[in-house]
């Protein structure tokens, strides 16, 4: 009579290892990577500089109202 023992193999040998969750974190972290650059150097505008701008504002004058009271 033969004894036969079954026992399924471990993580390691059937090839179902973090590598997949490596691969994945590592993917994520390149993405959101890329999107922060996009943003900051195509979507993301330059803050105003103070001091360097001047503009000059002509108002037209009105005549006095005429006092008639």
């Known amino acids: 009579m033969t004894t036969i023992i079954n026992t399924p193999p471990n993580n390691a040998e ?5 590598a997949g969750w490596a ?4 993917i994520l972290i390149v993405v959101i990577a890329v ?4 943003w ?3 979507y ?5 500089t103070s001091g360097t701008t001047n503009v000059n504002v ?3 004058s009105t ?3 005429a006092s008639g009271y």
């Not at 691969?23 to 590592?26: D, H, W, Y």
């Open 14 to 18: 059937r090839g179902d290892s973090g």
């Open 23 to 26: 691969v994945a974190v590592i």
């Open 35 to 38: 999107g922060a650059y996009v």
């Open 40 to 42: 900051l150097h195509y």
């Open 44 to 48: 993301h505008t330059a803050p105003a």
């Open 58 to 60: 002509t108002v037209p």
């Open 63 to 65: 005549p006095a109202p």
